[in-house]
């Protein structure tokens, strides 16, 4: 089992940033984990934000996000560094990992984290 902690949310202004991070515990990354960071917004679908896997040499990032958010690994925890944030990035943040490389579907991701939420005002 593997046990996920997101924290960092809050709210924050139109162009500003955040940085939300994950801390795992239990059986946690062997060579072929990955892990995530999905959101859901008011009213929409779970969907898809950056992943990285175990060794933190390869990342994927959603195209909304692309050029704003980075994400990076220590040890057993990762970040998501948000910048430039805009409204529609309000949603609720969650992390996730899954025993195997970078795939983007929710459903494919095994260990969820309880998510923080991020408000951004315009």
């Known amino acids: 089992q593997v046990q996920l902690e997101e924290s960092g949310g809050g709210l924050v202004q139109a162009g500003g940033s955040l940085r939300l991070s994950c801390v795992a515990s239990?059986?946690?990354?062997?060579?072929?984990?990955?892990m995530a960071w999905f959101r859901q917004g008011p009213g929409k679908e779970r969907e898809f934000v950056s992943a990285?896997?175990?060794?933190?040499?390869h990342t994927e990032f959603a195209d909304s996000v692309k050029g704003r958010f980075t994400i990076s690994k220590d040890n057993a925890m990762i970040h998501l560094q948000m910048n430039s944030l805009e409204p529609d990035d309000t949603a609720v943040y969650y992390c996730?990992?899954?025993?195997?490389?970078?795939?983007?579907?929710?459903?494919?991701?095994?260990?969820w984290g309880q998510g923080t939420q991020v408000t951004v005002s315009s």
């Open positions: 239990g059986r946690t990354f062997n060579q072929y984990s990955s």
């Open positions: 990285i896997n175990w060794n933190g040499i």
């Open positions: 996730a990992s899954r025993p195997g490389p970078i795939i983007t579907p929710a459903r494919e991701y095994d260990y």
